[in-house]
Structures are given as C-alpha cells and as structure tokens.
C-alpha cells in the first residue's frame, strides 16, 4: 500500500488497512483507494462538527487523530450528509460514490463485527447510490483488425503481442503488466486478477504466435527484472503507463484516437466480440474476465445496433402500412398465397 497515505491516518484505519490486505487478501490499488476514501470521508466528518475547521483547507484536516471514540459517533445522518457533500461540491458521480460507500460499509463491518471497537454498525441500512448503467464502449471487429494492421516500429513484436492478448483474452491492465515467463504455459496463460485471484486464460492461434515472435527477439541480457515477461527499452518490468502509451499509439495510427477508447476499451471489446460474434456462453465469459458476478459480465449482453435493426425487420409486421381509408397492403408472401387458392 501507498505508505504515505498509510501513514497519514490514525491507527485504527491502520489497522483495518493492514486487515483487508493480510487478510482478505485485496490489491495493493484496492488497499490506497480504502484509505483515501476513509481519509475523505473523516476530514469531512471532523469539517462538519467542528467550526473552527469550516474555512480550513479541506486537503490539510489531519487524520491521524481519528480515535475510536470518533468513529463510534458517526451516525447514518452523518453519511447522508458526507454523500450530498462528495455529490454537490466534490461533484463526484455516482460510480465514486458507490465506491465510497462501499468503502465506509467495509470499514464499519471491520470495526462492530472484527475488531469489536464499536457495539452498533451505521452503514447496516446504508444503501448504495444507483448507477447509471451504460453500454461497454467497445472496437468493431474491423476497427481491431486495423489496430493490429498498423503496428510497426521499435519493439514492434512486443506491442503486436501486447495488443493481441488484449484483444484476444480480455486481460485487465494489471494482469497484463504482472506476467512473469513462469506465468506462459503451452496452450494457457496465468493471470492474477482483482484480490490476488489467479486464473487461466487459454491461448488461441493469434495468441500463442505473437508471443513466440516477441520471444524470439526479446532481451535476455542485461535484463534487471528476469521475471517479468514484458520489459521495457531499459530491462525493467513494463509500467502501466508505457502500456497506456502504447495503446493510444496505435488507436491513434488507426485513425480511432480521440473517440473514448483506452487499455479497458480493449477488454470490452474483447468480451463484446467473443459474446457477439463467437457465440461464447455468458457463464464461460464470466470465467474469461475473472468476474466474481454473473450480473457484472451480463453487461456483455447488449445488442449491437445492427443486430436491434435486423430484429425489428423480421417483424411479420415489417410490411404492414397504410393505404389510404384504413386500407392496409398486407405482406407480399400472404398476398401470393391467397392468390394460388
């Protein structure tokens, strides 16, 4: 975890930190967004209760003397007011304060029922702020294919890979940065998702001949992270931001840059193809993504615009219009059958 913000809190947050990453096993990313989502959520509390703190800097309210005697009077009342603070004038949306409350509901359950600290939980009626549920923007088939059409350059067979497994496997970010050689079987790779969670991807023809390309020209020598199957130009371990670079690179060289897509855009697209277009079950896609929830891979689901317009047109209604004096032209094969009677 990000020790600087470790540092910043009170020993209580500590040690509920110190839990969901020992215990039950969260990312690293996970742990840093618990505490910067508690830290915001107790300067607020402390802004709002005391008065001497209302024209303070909102960024230097200290947490670090939140004891457990603070964390016991926060009421339900409170939180509404912390959740129409963080919408009004944090104009967070309503994903970032799901998260925060999701945040607050893990905190509190750690403190009433693990670390007994509190007798009475008040996020236990707490509910969630409603999403708003849009479609996974994702690359047509033809839009990928011109990707992967138009990469060259330096390191051309790493990025042809990368992008490839992105494409191909539906592979978050995180997972494809954390690769080690030790990770790439004969026919699968091993990736390690949200919560540390290992699965297997399994490798189609694309997959397993770009990575044999990259393979063949890639450094061995002088190489400072030997585990690490994708490197950068200096022998380390590729960062998510080079990845992120390279990425827009070539949706730009494709003539797709400013249109919303990104790294994730790729694991949508990868998912929506393989639903779409390869006819994979939805409970087989759930296992490809690392999805702990059904419902989060339902997403996938959605109807292709082409696909809504060619349902509308099998209608048997499809040729039924108004004549004139409510008279109807009735569909051309009735009319032909009523004619050979």
Known sequence: MDKRIY????????????????IKGKSQ????????????FFRFIKMHRNISLKDAVFEEIT???????????V??????????????????NSSTRARKVSSLRSFYKYACDKACMISVNPTRNLETPKKKKSLPKYLSLEESIEVLSNIDGDHKERNYCIL?????????????????????HEDYIKVTGKGNKERNI??????????????AVRAYDNVKDKNAFFISRLGTRISPKTVQWIVYKYLGQAGLDGKGYSVHKLRHTAATLMYQQGGVDIRVLKEILGHESLST?????????KQAKQAIESSPLANFKTKSNHELTKPKDEIEAKNKI
């Open 7 to 22: 540092d910043e809190a009170s020993k209580p947050i500590q040690d509920f930190l110190r839990y969901m990453e020992t």
């Open 63 to 73: 947490v670090s003397d939140v004891d457990v005697a603070l964390i016991a009077s």
């Open 164 to 184: 490839t497994l992105f494409l191909n496997c539906a592979m978050r970010l995180s997972e494809l940065v954390g690769i080690d050689n030790g990770d790439i």
């Open 297 to 305: 891979t339902e997403i996938y689901t959605h109807l292709s615009s």
């Open 29 to 40: 990313k996970t742990v840093d967004e618990y505490a910067l989502d508690l830290r915001t």
């Open 202 to 215: 399994y490798l189609n023809n694309a997959c397993l001949d770009a990575i044999e390309k990259y393979k």
């Open 75 to 92: 009421t339900l009342d409170d939180i509404y007011e912390y959740l129409i603070y963080i919408r009004g004038v944090r104009q967070n």
